[in-house]
């Protein structure tokens, strides 16, 4: 397997794998999440246009794992300079999306893209990490081991 830059070339490989792990927010979000979605713009079209977004944006990297020419996860993330009254934070590495096809799960796929990530971090200078992540997925618990602590709690109630 290859961890490399995306190519614009990657897109149809990318949203392929962004299917399969959006496949999973169902049970992550529970009952609430099918009242989000939108239904009136068409999905595919924009979530495109989303993942391009990401994939053209300046202070930020994405990568894609590559396994015998079929791309089998992406990461994508962001550098933030935060601007606040109230703190005086480090340079910071926002890590936006990381998604692994489900048949790759569990054979580090996700740890090589993290490892790309970790370098461009570092070699900007960037001196904190940060990730979102649904309460309910198990990847929490990868991302503990990974030295990632539980700061803040986004908290939602549906009517």
Not at 10 to 32: H, M, P, R, T
Not at 73 to 82: F, N, P, Q, T
Not at 132 to 158: L, Q, S, T
């Amino acid at each position: 397997m290859i961890v490399r830059k995306v190519k614009m070339s990657d897109l149809e490989a990318v949203y392929a794998v962004y299917q399969d792990f959006n496949a999973d927010l169902y049970k992550y979000f529970g009952n609430g999440y099918e009242a989000m979605r939108r239904h009136k713009e068409p999905v595919e079209k924009m979530t495109k246009d989303a993942l391009l977004k990401d994939m053209r944006r300046r202070k930020a990297m994405f990568f894609v794992a590559e396994e015998d020419g079929d791309i089998v996860g992406y990461v994508s993330a962001k550098i933030i300079d935060y601007k606040n009254a109230h703190l005086d934070r480090p340079k910071t590495g926002l890590i936006e999306d990381l998604a692994v096809k489900k048949e790759h799960r569990g054979k580090r796929v996700s740890s090589k893209l993290m490892q790309e990530v970790y370098s461009w971090f570092k070699m900007n200078d960037v001196k904190l990490y940060e990730l979102k992540v649904i309460a309910a997925n198990p990847a929490v618990e990868i991302y503990k081991k990974w030295g990632f602590e539980i700061k803040r709690y986004d908290m939602m109630r549906f009517a």
